[in-house]
């Protein structure tokens, strides 16, 4: 009986000591992940780096933008910048790595703001803002905190003087008219016709968004006598048929080119001289200088092959606008919802597969989530990629009760053609 109570307290003292041992397992990875996290927090706030922007400008021809960055005092090992662009419509980053930025340092950056799958929309780009990309001791990246944000990006777009050359066009994108340049008489085109003086006006215009210009003939002037070689005259000018190219003229083309009115050809007027009656005279015809081929057409005297389309809108249902050309619409991302909150609600939602390897935002765009109770086409009102580590990016909906639930499937699109279906 002795040896059985011996033997039973021998495994009550072992049993104790076993449970210690978990709790002190359990509390100490608690205090390990504490210190860790403490010791990288300590580790990243000990970096100070910052970074701003000197200096950026945008042209508009080339779509590159440059930007002239100093990096600023503060210790921490700089590996990298992000910058941030943005429009009215959403924003884009692009990262560029860097190596040996010290202190105090200034270095120009170039960007090609319409790279492959980027969304900005040039005439909207608003601001533009860089952020450091910090290496921690424990090999980690961080995201420094982001400059202030340079903006003004678009006003060459604006530009009202005349420093341009005559029928230069001020800028690729408009919203009016005025966007593009302002009108002007283009020097050497007066002409007559009958006894009033015409000359060629270049006028801008802004159709669907892309700047362009037209050339338009413009009364300058009512002469009292007569025109004669583009200007008023008060008398006839005398002439001998020996010395006509001296006294009256030399044939040529006069003006500038234009399209025929049928937009099938490149015309320009021919002038031709006479001296009838030891009087100058001359008359003016319009040439053919090209004529375009079956597919092209006249635009701006030259002749090009016409987009297919310059918007959404000029494509048939189904189909985008890329590059000039309408092509099948395909799903821009898709995936499964990891979960939603508010629970039960449904207003947010996370998931892996809106991590977007091109960071493209996808605010504005038409949601459907296939075989689940959410009928018809949502919105994405915001969408979010956290810096922090393991986060899943979310995106909230443009209703504030939704019947999604975790586990469904979920397509966006550019367009709203998808919701015919749903």
Known sequence: MRDKKAISTIVSTILIIGIVLVVLGIIGAIVFGFVRQT???????????????????????SN??????????????????KFIFQDKRSSEVFDIRVVGFDELEQRTF???????NSTLILYDLQSVSVAPIILLDSGEEVIGFPSEMVSGLNKALNRTDES?????????????????????????????????????????TCVLGFCGSDLVDVLVENCSYQCYDGACVEQLV???????????????????????QDGTKIIQNYKTYTCINETCGSSTVSQTIEECNETEVCFNAECFVPLECTTNADCDPGEICVEGTCVPEEVLNAGAIASIWPFGIGEYFDSPNLLDPENKSLVNYYIVFPGSAQT????????????????SPYVRLNVSISNISSGNNFQVWETDYICSFY
């Open 39 to 61: 010791t990288n927090q300590i580790s990243s706030s000990k970096y100070s780096v910052r970074t701003g922007i000197l200096s950026a400008n945008v042209n508009f021809t």
């Open 164 to 204: 341009f050359e005559e029928g230069e066009i001020e800028a690729i994108f408009c919203y009016s008219a005025s966007d593009c340049g302002a009108d002007y008489f283009v020097n050497g085109t007066e002409t007559c016709l009958g006894s009033s003086v015409h000359k060629f006006k270049r006028v801008f």
């Open 64 to 81: 590159i933008a440059t930007m002239v960055v100093e990096r600023e005092l503060g210790m921490g090992n700089l590996v990298g910048l």
């Open 376 to 391: 018809g086409c949502l919105k994405i009102n915001e969408h979010l990629v956290p810096n922090a580590t393991g986060a």
């Open 238 to 260: 005398g002439c001998t048929p020996e010395t006509i190219n001296i006294d009256c003229g030399t044939n040529g083309f006069v003006g500038v080119p234009t399209c025929s």
């Open 110 to 116: 170039d960007i090609n703001l319409l790279s492959e």
